[in-house]
């Protein structure tokens, strides 16, 4: 007997809450488990494939010590929309810094294989002092 829509939305919720616990726990591996070898990425006017994105992700340098704070979830059959912000500490500085998102995952027999979605990497490097504070009229 196959499952109802809502244990599938269910079960499909808690993948993608296991998969942002990764950038927390840093233990990518977990992602051979969550995430399709070719998993399909969007964002950012990027479009890519392969599992080596969400990995590098994780594993950005430089930042450290992720929190992961999930705003609102929405999970539907095979999609889940969440709004999250992460919390890193800043290697160079030690302060901590914020990044905002949104991203909706389709996923399929328990991986996600698909992704969209936006950050605010502006307001992180400005935090940073990588960037100016207000951007310039063009």
């Known amino acids: 007997m196959a499952d109802s829509a809502e244990a599938v939305s269910m079960r499909n919720a808690e993948i993608v809450r296991r998969y ?18 070719d998993v399909v990425v969007h964002g950012a006017g990027f479009h890519g494939q392969g599992r080596q ?24 059959g095979d999609r ?26 389709r996923l399929r027999e328990g991986r996600i294989v698909e992704f969209w979605g936006e950050t605010d990497l502006y307001g992180l490097l400005r935090q940073a002092g990588l960037v100016p504070e207000r951007i310039p009229p063009f």
């Open 53 to 76: 994105y969400p990995v590098g992700a994780v594993l950005t340098s430089g930042l450290s010590n992720c929190r992961v704070q999930v705003d609102d979830l929405f999970s539907a």
């Open 80 to 105: 889940v929309t969440v709004a999250f912000t992460l919390t890193y500490t800043h290697d160079r500085s030690g302060r901590d810094l914020t990044m905002t998102g949104v991203k909706s995952y």
């Open 20 to 37: 942002l616990r990764v950038f927390e726990t840093r233990d990518v591996a977990e992602f051979d488990e969550l995430v399709a070898e």
